[in-house]
């Protein structure tokens, strides 16, 4: 079992930048794609990016293409969500999530196909 840690959330203005981590525990990462999902409040957890466990591949939510960069260093055992140009719709709480696969399938959306998540940190996007 792998036990996994965001950090980096905090309050920014709009136009502004934030970095977040999550940091993994308990077992190498370095077999897992890897996923940054988020939540507002009152409305379902949504999909922002995933990783292959490489870093050879990465998939975007439309509404953060751009914007947002995945990243990962296997040697920390840690994942990277890279936020730019954030809006206030992007105010949400973000987990991120370990994939029970190596590589990005067709959906990588899918929660079902992600057996670790973190606990979140809150991101809120000031207007």
């Known amino acids: 079992q792998v036990q996994l840690v965001e950090s980096g959330g905090g309050l920014v203005q709009a136009g502004g930048s934030l970095r977040l981590s999550c940091a993994a525990s308990?077992?190498?990462?370095?077999?897992?794609?890897m996923g940054w999902f988020r939540q507002a409040p009152g409305k379902e957890r949504e999909f922002v990016a995933a990783i292959t466990w490489s870093g050879g591949m990465t998939s975007y939510a439309d509404t953060v293409k751009g914007r947002f960069t995945i990243a990962r260093d296997n040697a920390k055992n840690t994942v990277y969500l890279q936020m730019n140009s954030l809006k206030p719709e992007d105010t949400a709480v973000y987990y991120c999530a370990a994939s029970r696969f190596t590589f990005l399938r067709v959906n990588p959306a899918f929660l079902g196909d992600y057996n670790n998540w973190g606990q979140g940190t809150q991101v809120t996007v000031s207007s």
């Open positions: 308990g077992r190498t990462l370095s077999n897992s794609a």
